[in-house]
C-alpha cells in the first residue's frame, strides 16, 4: 500500500500471524547462526572471510543482478514493461525469477513526476529472488521509521535529492506483497543492449534509495 508523506508510520497490514512469526523467528535463527559460525570458525571447519564473502555475493551481487536484468527488459521491450507494471510476479517468471519471498512482486515505476521507495516498516520483508538478501541499513530501525515520515530527508542522506513538485511514495512492504522499483532509465542508454543496461541498474535503485545516474562515458563504440 501506498502511504502519503505525512501519513502515520502505524497500521499498515502488517498485523498478522504469520507476520508475527516472521517477526520473531529471525532474532533466534541469528543468534544460531552466528553460534553455529563460532564453533566452525573454532573448529577451524570455515574460514569466517570466505563466509563473509558468501554474504556478500547474496546481498551484492548475485541477487540483485535478477532484478537488474528485469529492469533492463522493461527498459529495452515496452511491451514487457506492461507486462511487469500490470502483473509483476508473472513478467519476473517470464525471465526465470520466483518462488520464496517473491510470490507477490509488485513494480512501481519511477517517473519524471513520482519517485517510489520502498521499506518494510516492521520487520525486513524483502524481494529476495529480484534482489537477494536486504542490506543492513534496511533492516535498521531508522530507516524503517524514518522512510514513512521524512523520505525526503532520507532520500537526500543517500545523495538523492527530490525536487518539490516531484511526488515521493513510499511503498510497504509486507508478508504478502514485495515491491521493486523502475527506476527512470537515463539518458545517454539509447542503443545500449540488455546487458549493458543491466550494468547500470544498481540494488539500491530497485529499492528506491537512489536513481540510475547516466553512463559515464567510458563506452567504447
Ligand atoms: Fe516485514
Known sequence: ???????????????????????????????????????????QMVDPAALDAVVDAYENRIGPRNGAQVVARAWADPAY????????????AEIGFGGTQGEHMVVVENTPEVHNLVVCTLCSCYPWPTLGLPP????????????????????????VEIADEVEVRVWDSTAEIRY???????AGTEGMTEE??????????????????????????
Open 1 to 43: 500500500m501506498a502511504k502519503s508523506e505525512n501519513g502515520p508510520a502505524g497500521a499498515h497490514g502488517h498485523g498478522h500471524e504469520h507476520h508475527h512469526d516472521h517477526q520473531v523467528v529471525p532474532d533466534d535463527i541469528a543468534l544460531r547462526v552466528r553460534a553455529l559460525e563460532s564453533i566452525l570458525v573454532d573448529k
Open 81 to 92: 514493461k506492461a507486462r511487469l507494471l500490470d502483473d509483476g510476479t508473472a513478467a519476473i
Open 136 to 159: 543492513v541499513w534496511y533492516k535498521s530501525n531508522a530507516y524503517r521509521a524514518r522512510a514513512v515520515i521524512e523520505p525526503r530527508a532520507v532520500l537526500r542522506e543517500f545523495g
Open 180 to 186: 521493486l522499483v523502475l527506476p527512470e532509465r537515463p
Open 196 to 221: 549493458e543496461l543491466a550494468e547500470l541498474v544498481s540494488r539500491d535503485a530497485m529499492i528506491g534509495v537512489a536513481v540510475v545516474p547516466p553512463p559515464t562515458g567510458g563506452r567504447t563504440p
